[in-house]
């Protein structure tokens, strides 16, 4: 079974309102006769309503970047899931590794956001990936096993159709070094059998494990062509809306 490609784009922090704006109407005027891949964008919080006017009546999900797992409360700067639910988003990504690496985000963390995310109607797109010296060091699969293991710890079966896996190599993200597609392929495929030991095959089967690091046009084909890979999350190329729509176009192709 083919699992259907998610293509989701982290804006990280880019764009104010007016351009915010700008982006998501041509990435709508771009996409309309995409039927097949499901669109998610993930503006920064102060864009998001912004954003969904424009993408409220089109086949785009919106999505947030972060979350505070508490409900409300005395927690300056922080926000909450069902605040974000109220903006009209779907989906948050959780435990990115740059939320990881800047803001002392570990495994505990991310698995109280991810279960306050789904109590709250949120699907949570959960980062994991290794460092180059991890990866140097043959440990890759060990410490993505750990942060899985860690983001899925008393999760429910039923809500593992709620969330996505990004797997995201440190070393690929931003740095124009995309992990090639064998070296992606094996992490996927090692994510898919961690989450059947954890849960069982139905659940490995139909998870959707995207990859991200430097996808862009060129190589979205090869990486997204692979057994596992089903989706990226894509940061600098989701940023113009040519590029990104291509990807999704590229997509498209592979989806039918
Ligand atoms: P780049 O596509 O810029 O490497 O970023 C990837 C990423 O971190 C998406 O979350």
């Not at 351009?19 to 006769?33: G, S």
């Not at 669109?39 to 009546?57: G, N, Q, R």
């Not at 940061?235 to 291509?246: E, I, M, P, R, V």
Request: charged share 25%; proline share 2%.
């Amino acid at each position: 079974m083919k699992r259907s490609i998610v293509i989701a784009g982290n804006w990280k922090m880019h764009k104010t309102n007016s351009e915010a704006l700008q982006l998501a109407n041509q990435i709508r005027m771009k996409t309309t006769d995409i039927q097949k891949t499901r669109m998610i964008i993930c503006p920064p919080f102060t864009a998001l309503s912004v954003v969904y006017e424009v993408i409220k009546d089109s086949a785009i999900h919106l999505g947030a970047q972060n979350m505070f797992w508490e409900k409300e409360g005395a927690y300056t700067g922080e926000i909450s899931a069902g605040m974000l639910k109220s903006t009209g988003a779907d989906y948050v990504i959780i435990g990115h590794s740059e939320r990881r690496q800047y803001f002392g985000e570990t495994d505990e963390t991310v698995n109280k956001k991810v279960k306050a995310a789904l109590e709250n109607g949120l699907k949570p797109i959960i980062c994991v990936g290794e460092t180059l010296e991890q990866r140097e060091e043959n440990i890759t699969i060990q410490v993505v096993g750990k942060q899985i293991r860690g983001a899925f710890a008393d999760i429910a079966e039923e809500d593992m159709q709620n969330i996505i896996v990004a797997y995201e190599p440190i070393w690929a993200i931003g740095t124009g070094k995309t992990a090639t597609p064998e070296q992606a392929e094996e992490v996927h495929a090692e994510i898919r059998k961690m989450v059947a030991d954890l849960f069982n095959d139905t659940v490995a089967e139909s998870l959707i494990i995207q990859y991200g690091g430097s996808v862009k046009p060129e190589n979205a084909q090869s990486l997204l062509s692979q057994q596992d890979i089903d989706g990226a999350l894509v940061g600098g190329a989701c940023l113009k809306a040519d590029s990104f729509s291509s990807i999704i176009h590229i997509a498209e192709e592979l989806n039918k």
